[in-house]
């Protein structure tokens, strides 16, 4: 398989190990966050979601630009190690008063926030530098870079769910903050990183707008870029709504969940997800890119759409608790098939479509389109919920995947 040849490569085995590490840790540290909001705020809890997007959005929108001249691999591991150092005292607060404090958790999702809006584009930017000699596996280390998020999304929830029973909430936390040092680390072992000449339109100077606006237009010269580009808002916040604040409502009442229990099912119902996830991946990351992406992005998100709308209509049809529950975790898991094929494709296309000046760009104004749809469906969300039920927030969900799935099949499918 081409992933075990890129492995042996030492920068991209260290890189990945150290993205594999700190991915799990994050995946450990947003389900028992989202669950121990849900638990105490109910659908207001979309607000804490909010404001990550918020911060990750005025990072991008103030600093971004800024962030260009900076060495990249200098960037990442200042990211982790400032992760951790925030989750270290989020434990320690927390062991001290018995309970999880809002201000302690507000500055974690804030830092936490920052550094992934740093974080990100650097690494979108040191990946093409890696197979700078072979761009052939460009696609392949792209797919297994992305496994990195997909086996989290198996192995972190998984966790939770074997040991979410026996296992304090806390704990989790000090995972991720372990998980995000180990990362540093790795990343030190990595080559320095050269910064990429800024384009022509980059060396004009800017407002702190301006460099995003270059992405959004750079994006814009490929047709399929811009619509991929221009949708995600769509999709990103229908997709974080569904899974982090629909999903954990109708655990904690329809399945008439304890803490404890409720949060072991949820990581199951997210594990569900990241095995769909790591094989399609897999897939993905062992074929070449075909001649006409276009379709194999556009089936992925409607295969996500389809899994949201079934996860919906296995609460909504009356059947046995066992059933309905198994019915739950397996549409879970066929949402999860569909996001290699769109999110590898799309990363590959960013990365040998555009100039390599304009990558970085490009990354955060894609990173600002999933933040901005994140920020209004966690806004809009808590206050739809009184109207409407969480069920009723998966249709709705679902629906926007698959209207854009529709879209864009009638538009890039020939």
Same mark, same amino acid.
């Given at each position: 398989?081409?992933?075990?040849?890129?492995?042996?490569?030492?920068?991209?085995?260290?890189?990945?190990?150290?993205?594999?590490?700190?991915?799990?840790?994050?995946?450990?540290?947003?389900?028992?966050?989202?669950?121990?909001?849900?638990?105490?705020?109910?659908? $207001?809890?979309?607000?804490?979601?909010?404001?990550?997007?918020?911060?990750?959005?005025?990072?991008?929108?103030?600093?971004?630009?800024?962030?260009?001249?900076? !060495?990249?691999?200098?960037?990442?591991?200042?990211?982790?190690?400032?992760?951790?150092?925030?989750?270290?005292?989020?434990?320690?607060?927390?062991?001290?008063?018995?309970?999880?404090?809002?201000?302690?958790?507000?500055?974690?999702?804030?830092?936490?926030?920052?550094?992934? @809006?740093?974080?990100?584009?650097?690494?979108?930017?040191?990946?093409?530098?890696?197979?700078?000699?072979?761009?052939?596996?460009?696609?392949?280390?792209?797919?297994?870079?992305?496994?990195?998020?997909?086996?989290?999304?198996?192995?972190?929830?998984?966790?939770?769910?074997?040991?979410?029973?026996?296992?304090?909430?806390?704990?989790?936390?000090?995972?991720?903050?372990?998980?995000?040092?180990?990362?540093?680390?790795?990343?030190?072992?990595?080559? #320095?990183?050269?910064?990429?000449?800024?384009?022509?339109?980059?060396?004009?100077?800017?407002?702190?707008?301006?460099?995003?606006?270059?992405?959004?237009?750079?994006?814009?010269?490929?047709?399929?870029?811009?619509?991929?580009?221009?949708?995600?808002?769509?999709?990103?916040?229908?997709?974080?709504?569904?899974?982090?604040?629909?999903?954990?409502?109708?655990?904690?009442?329809?399945?008439?969940?304890?803490?404890?229990?409720?949060?072991?099912?949820?990581?199951?119902?997210? @594990?569900?997800?990241?095995?769909?996830?790591?094989?399609?991946?897999?897939?993905?990351?062992?074929?070449?890119?075909?001649?006409?992406?276009?379709?194999?992005?556009?089936?992925?998100?409607? @295969?996500?759409?389809?899994?949201?709308?079934?996860?919906?209509? $296995?609460?909504?049809? #009356?059947?046995?608790?066992?059933?309905?529950?198994?019915?739950?975790?397996?549409?879970?898991?066929?949402?999860?098939?569909?996001? #290699?094929?769109?999110?590898?494709?799309?990363?590959?296309?960013?990365?040998?479509?555009?100039?390599?000046? !304009?990558? @970085?760009?490009?990354?955060?104004?894609?990173?600002?389109?999933?933040?901005?749809?994140?920020?209004?469906?966690?806004?809009?969300?808590?206050?739809?919920?009184?109207?409407?039920?969480?069920?009723?927030?998966?249709?709705?969900?679902?629906?926007?995947?698959?209207?854009?799935?529709?879209?864009?099949?009638?538009?890039?499918?020939?």
């Amino acid at each position: 398989m081409q992933f075990i040849t890129l492995l042996r490569r030492r920068s991209i085995g260290l890189l990945w190990s150290g993205l594999a590490l700190s991915a799990i840790g994050d995946q450990l540290y947003t389900v028992a966050l989202s669950w121990i909001a849900v638990d105490i705020f109910g659908p $207001a809890a979309g607000y804490i979601a909010a404001i990550k997007s918020a911060i990750i959005l005025a990072v991008l929108f103030f600093g971004g630009a800024m962030s260009d001249g900076w !060495d990249r691999r200098r960037t990442m591991i200042v990211a982790d190690l400032c992760r951790c150092a925030v989750l270290v005292l989020v434990v320690l607060v927390w062991m001290i008063e018995r309970q999880p404090d809002a201000w302690v958790l507000a500055l974690a999702v804030a830092v936490l926030a920052a550094g992934e @809006a740093f974080f990100l584009p650097a690494l979108q930017t040191i990946l093409p530098q890696l197979v700078v000699n072979e761009p052939g596996l460009l696609a392949g280390t792209n797919a297994l870079l992305d496994a990195t998020n997909r086996l989290a999304r198996l192995l972190g929830p998984g966790l939770i769910a074997l040991a979410g029973a026996i296992i304090a909430p806390i704990h989790f936390f000090t995972a991720n903050a372990l998980s995000f040092l180990l990362s540093a680390a790795a990343i030190m072992g990595l080559p #320095p990183s050269s910064t990429p000449a800024r384009s022509s339109a980059a060396q004009q100077p800017k407002h702190p707008f301006a460099s995003l606006l270059h992405g959004y237009r750079t994006m814009h010269t490929q047709p399929l870029l811009g619509f991929l580009l221009d949708s995600n808002a769509f999709i990103g916040g229908a997709w974080y709504v569904a899974f982090f604040l629909a999903v954990p409502l109708i655990i904690s009442s329809q399945f008439d969940a304890s803490l404890t229990t409720g949060f072991g099912l949820y990581g199951l119902v997210i @594990a569900a997800f990241g095995v769909s996830n790591l094989i399609a991946n897999l897939i993905v990351g062992n074929r070449p890119m075909p001649e006409h992406p276009a379709r194999m992005i556009l089936l992925g998100v409607c @295969a996500t759409g389809t899994g949201i709308l079934l996860m919906a209509l $296995a609460v909504l049809v #009356p059947m046995r608790p066992h059933w309905q529950l198994g019915a739950f975790v397996l549409a879970s898991g066929l949402s999860g098939f569909g996001g #290699p094929f769109k999110d590898v494709a799309f990363a590959t296309l960013r990365q040998t479509l555009l100039p390599a000046a !304009d990558i @970085a760009p490009a990354t955060r104004t894609y990173i600002v389109t999933t933040h901005a749809g994140m920020l209004f469906g966690m806004l809009v969300a808590p206050m739809m919920s009184r109207s409407v039920s969480p069920s009723d927030l998966l249709l709705i969900c679902g629906g926007i995947y698959l209207a854009v799935a529709v879209i864009g099949w009638l538009r890039f499918s020939r």
